[in-house]
Nanobody, 115 residues
Framework: QVQLVESGGGLVQAGGSLRLSCVGS????????MGWYRQAPGKQRELVAR???????NYADSVKDRFTIAIDSVKNTVWLQMNSLKVEDTAVYYC?????????WGQGTQVTVSL
């Protein structure tokens, strides 16, 4: 089994910054990638950013140039630095890990951006 624990969410004013962290534990013998998804009320869960164990990154167009994802594959940890936050970034952010080709999810952390 794989467990993912997120931290770092909270309330911030528009234009501010937050840093999300996610630590994986358990049977992680072949980590393929880690990433962050988000789900706003009434909307589908969407990819925010993803990084492979080798460092290849993908970002949603809406967060490019504002968010940065980084990984420590040895420590099974992924971070998401979020700058210039907008009200529309408000959502529950979920950590995702792909291990041996299978997806695992964290419990989610709330990010709220106010005017």
């Amino acid at each position: 089994q794989v467990q993912l624990v997120e931290s770092g969410g909270g309330l911030v004013q528009a234009g501010g910054s937050l840093r999300l962290s996610c630590v994986g534990s358990g049977s992680i013998f072949n980590l393929n990638a880690m990433g962050w998804y988000r789900q706003a009320p009434g909307k589908q869960r969407e990819l925010v950013a993803r990084i492979s164990s080798g460092g290849s990154r993908n970002y949603a167009d809406s967060v490019k140039d504002r968010f940065t994802i980084a990984i420590d594959s040895v420590k099974n940890t992924v971070w998401l630095q979020m700058n210039s936050l907008k009200v529309e970034d408000t959502a529950v952010y979920y950590c995702n890990a792909r291990v041996n080709g299978l997806p695992y999810w964290g419990q989610g952390t709330q990010v709220t951006v106010s005017l």
